[in-house]
């Protein structure tokens, strides 16, 4: 994979992660890893690896999603045991997209198997296109931001813990970097405001002691005459 995507570059990466989104089974997410772990290196763009990886995700779901929705229960209707199951499963399938349908398709780019099925999942039962796209979209670029950083800056080895801890580790990675972002906001303020009271301060204890100097100044002047 490695090799490859030195060879052809950010192509390959956009071939395998759409064709993913599709419905095939190729490497998309091993892909997105080695693409960022070279961008790492100097080799590529971290900025447009993850661009490309978003929109390789968003167009291939969207692809998925329309050959479902459009020819997938023409499909499921020429097979007599599909077509069986699909009038008993398919209700359910439309109850369940109306229902949960958007945090469906959102959480689904993070696991692996759901990635590749979830585009004719929601085409099969109807998900509204506008509702689909929006939360695909999110998903994709979510997804592509969030692996392809992590490989970026970390390595394999942060991908592997989100790939472990699935969606939930995406959630508390970026509600920690929250935290620390607003706990840094806050102490520097609060030094700030420090400084400019212990430098207002200075200056009003410093004010008399000119005072002092000058009137001590102008005598010796008057004196002098």
Same mark, same amino acid.
């Given at each position: ?31 997105? *890893?080695?693409? $960022?772990? #070279? %961008? !790492?290196?100097? /080799? ?10 978003? &929109? @390789? ?58 990635? *590749?099925?979830? $585009?004719? #999942? %929601? !085409?099969?039962? /109807? ?10 979209? &999110? @998903? ?86």
């Amino acid at each position: 994979m490695t090799h490859e995507l030195e060879s052809y570059g950010l192509i390959l990466l956009f071939v395998f992660v759409m064709l993913e989104g599709c419905g095939i089974p190729l490497p998309g997410e091993t892909a997105l *890893i080695t693409a $960022a772990v #070279l %961008a !790492g290196s100097g /080799r590529f763009n971290i900025v447009e690896v993850i661009v490309v990886a978003s &929109a @390789g995700a968003i167009i291939g779901d969207t692809i998925g999603y329309w050959i479902a929705r459009i020819g997938g229960r023409r499909a499921i209707d020429r097979i007599p045991y599909a077509q069986k199951a699909a009038a008993r499963f398919l209700p359910r399938g439309e109850a369940f997209f109306e229902k949960h349908g958007p945090k469906t398709v959102l959480i689904a780019r993070f696991v692996a198997g759901l990635r *590749i099925a979830i $585009a004719w #999942l %929601a !085409g099969l039962s /109807r998900m509204p296109w506008l509702r689909f796209f929006a939360y695909n979209a &999110a @998903g994709g670029i979510l997804w592509a931001t969030t692996y392809g950083l992590a490989a970026y800056w970390f390595g394999q080895a942060a991908v592997d813990a989100v790939a472990k801890y699935g969606f939930f580790a995406v959630l508390a990675v970026v509600g920690v970097a929250v935290l620390v972002y607003l706990g840094h906001r806050i102490l520097t303020r609060r030094m700030e405001a420090r400084t400019e009271t212990i430098v207002k301060k200075t200056d009003e204890e410093k004010q008399p002691l000119d005072l002092v100097e000058n009137d001590e100044e102008e005598a010796a002047r008057i004196g002098d005459e």
